[in-house]
Each structure stands twice: as C-alpha cells, then as structure tokens.
C-alpha cells in the first residue's frame, strides 16, 4: 500500500538554526499538509498546500516557517530559525482531495537544544 | 470555541471484550469525521470515516456511530485484541478546513 514517508526520523538541532523536515507524499495525492504533535498533546494543523501554494495556514505557522515543493515528489517544511517551543513530531500528510482523508507519515521528531 | 474532544483519556478493556470510544464536537455544520489510530512512535492512521447522511457505518471490526442530535459520535472495535493498543482520535474534516483532532483516547489491552 503506497504510504507517506518522512526523513528524518529524528532531528536534533541547536536552538536558531534552520531545518528542513522532508516528506515524499502518496504519488498522485495533490493536497499536502503539515501537522506537528507536542509530547502529550494534540495534533495540530499547521499548513495546506495545493497547486503549488498554501491554501491555508494556522496562526502556527508564522514567517519562521515555510514550505516547498522543491520537485514533482518532495513536499519539505523548514524552520528558520529554531526556538525551544518548536520541538515537536512533526507530521505530513497528503490526500487525493482536500474532503479525502489524509494519509500521514511516521513523524520526525524534532528536538531544540 | 469550535472543538473536538473525548469523554476519556483513558480506557482499559480485556481482550477479547468489545471497546467503546467515544467523542463529542460542537460545531453543529460539522458533517464530516474521521477516526484515527496512532501507535507509539508512528503517524496518525485512517481506520473510518462517517458522513452526516449516515448514522452508522462499518469496517472490519470496527462500527462509527453518529448521533447528530446530541453531537457525538462513537468507535467501536469488536473483539478487542493487543494490536489495537493505541492512542484513537477523533477529527472533523467538514467542508474542507484542515482536520480538527481530538486529545485522543489511549486505548490499553489487557491479555
């Protein structure tokens, strides 16, 4: 069965640097979405991307955050300039359409020093 | 505000017993939810999906009951077995607007 793959697994990374969490969606799902899930708590939406644009964000996802379909399968989530609080898993998800549901990657847990 | 949410953050059931999962939202134009599973240090998986044209549906093993007029709905896993061990949300996908998860339920199986 086709799933969404996430790399790294695990990122650790000194607070105020840049990362980038790269995700490969389900070949021919055209909405792609990040989540990120602090330890305990919920999952929470941060972005929606389709057509090549996001469609829609949260109050999350400030100008810290970006996101790139950088090729025709790579769907990546960067950081600018890392903060404690950003430690989280951090997942992709994609789906055929957006009132499909979403299919999600295993995470990568992001840890800020 | 608009939310999602599970009456337990816990629940425990023998194997072999039936589970009863359940949750409530608030926004009444929500017409649209799916249940999900999340294993330790996996991503979140689609188990079923309702639409408020349905008050029931069913899978393998697994029935989502919708009651519309008290907003609630509920997962049920027949013959509950140590594979389903896991954290279960709940989450709202009405009209197109990113999933809305619950705090999720962990689920413990006891041989």
């Known amino acids: 069965e086709p799933e969404v793959t996430q790399t790294p697994s695990h990122q650790v990374t000194q607070m105020g640097q840049e990362v980038i969490l790269r995700c490969v969606p389900i070949?021919?799902?055209?909405?792609f979405y990040w989540y990120r899930q602090i330890l305990g708590q919920k999952v929470e939406f941060l972005v929606s991307?389709?057509?090549?644009?996001?469609?829609?964000k949260s109050e999350i996802f400030d100008d810290q955050f970006s996101v790139e379909r950088p090729d025709g399968s790579n769907f990546t989530l960067k950081i600018r300039s890392t903060k404690l609080e950003d430690s989280a898993m951090y997942f992709c998800?994609?789906?055929?359409?957006?009132?499909?549901?979403?299919?999600f990657g295993d995470g990568t847990r992001l840890s800020i020093l | 505000g608009e939310s999602v949410g599970l009456h337990l953050p816990t629940l425990s059931v023998q194997e072999g017993d039936n589970s009863i999962i359940n949750c409530a939202y608030s926004n009444s134009a929500s017409d649209y939810f799916i249940w999900y599973k999340q294993e330790s240090g996996k991503g979140p998986q689609f188990i079923i999906d309702i639409r408020s044209n349905m008050d029931k549906r069913q899978g393998q093993r697994v029935t989502v009951l919708l009651n519309k007029t008290v907003k609630h709905l509920s997962l049920q896993i027949a013959a509950t077995q140590p594979g389903d061990s896991a954290v279960y949300f709940c989450a709202d996908l009405s009209g197109n607007t990113p999933l809305v998860f619950g705090k999720g339920t962990r689920l413990s199986v006891i041989a």
């Open positions: 070949s021919n799902h055209l909405y």
């Open positions: 998800a994609s789906s055929v359409q957006g009132s499909q549901p979403q299919h």
């Open positions: 991307f389709y057509n090549n644009e996001i469609s829609e």
